[in-house]
């Protein structure tokens, strides 16, 4: 029988394979997803497992929705290829153990543990964190059945977009997947610009880039027309809001956008995500690449509308004028 750190090894060589797209990659995200699914008898109907939490910052997805990302063959293949360059790109400039701060590891901590079945404990070290109680337990679970205490430096339920960096901690790569398309609903913002205002820019954020335009096309149409690009959320981005806002009141920049004739136009939020290097997720990759549709109040033709990105229980791009 092959133990389970054997099936996660197998698994990871084949998600860590250098290429975009091959014949093992979608068996080896079914397998690692089958092997999970199986250690923690997973009940899709309990309640308690889907329901979300609302925070200040966005909401974090239930339990039963956190473990199911894992199945985004393509997410998960290049979130976990990045985080192995970045690591491998810290190691390159200084000794181990490189600090990785894991910001809403969801029940397995997903793009986590293939790289603990990676490296040693001496080469990588986690702090991970988690706000549902449940997914919590879960991932501390997840981490004893396969034995790897050693490579998690602390494991906290608490809130990413307020927690405080302890000063012993130097993170060198902070990663969370806390998003939806167009930035729409989940607090990946709030948690990244939370741990922007406490390390410095050497510092890898993953994802590195978050890019949302503002596009329209006809309904039934592929092509869209690109309207204006609403937010280019990276390290000079963060640097830049961090220093205009006071007291973490996070002002972000107002856009004034002229509206095509709008009789068969639609409006769509297009996100690209580059999430280390040349990882990325382009339109279409994942769920969270998909078009979404921008709402607005009545357009008259011919005149402009005002977006501005806004933190709160739902954050979202708004119409603000
Ligand atoms: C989209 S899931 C991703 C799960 C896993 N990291 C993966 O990539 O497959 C996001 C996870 O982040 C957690 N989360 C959301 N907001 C959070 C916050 N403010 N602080 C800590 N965890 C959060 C959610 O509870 C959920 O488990």
Known sequence: MTSIQEKLSHYTKDILFPLGFHAKLAPAITGLTDLLFT????????????????????????????????????????????????????????????????????????????????YTSTEVQFTLLEINQISFDKMEQTINLFGFEDYVNTAICADASTWHVPADLSADIVLSETMYNGLYKEPQVGVMLNFATQTDNSCIFIPEEIKVDLVSKPLQVERVNHLDTLITFNRAFMNSLIQQSTHRLWEFPIHRIPLPALAQEKLYLATEITIYRDFTLKINDSSLNLLRRFHIPLPTEGSEIVVQYQIKEIPAFEVVG
């Not at 250690?39 to 329901?51: F, G, K, M, N, Q």
């Not at 990045?82 to 190691?91: G, N, P, R, S, Y």
């Open 39 to 118: 250690l923690h008898a997973i009940a899709p109907e309990s309640e308690d497992l889907r329901t979300h939490l609302s925070t200040k910052s966005g909401n974090a997805i239930g339990p039963l929705w956190a473990a199911l990302c894992i199945k985004e063959v393509f997410r998960t293949q290049r979130f976990i290829q990045a985080t192995h360059q970045a690591i491998q790109d810290k190691l390159a400039q200084k000794e181990g153990p490189i600090q990785i701060i894991y910001a809403g590891t969801g029940p397995f901590a997903t793009l986590a543990l293939p790289l603990m079945s990676y």
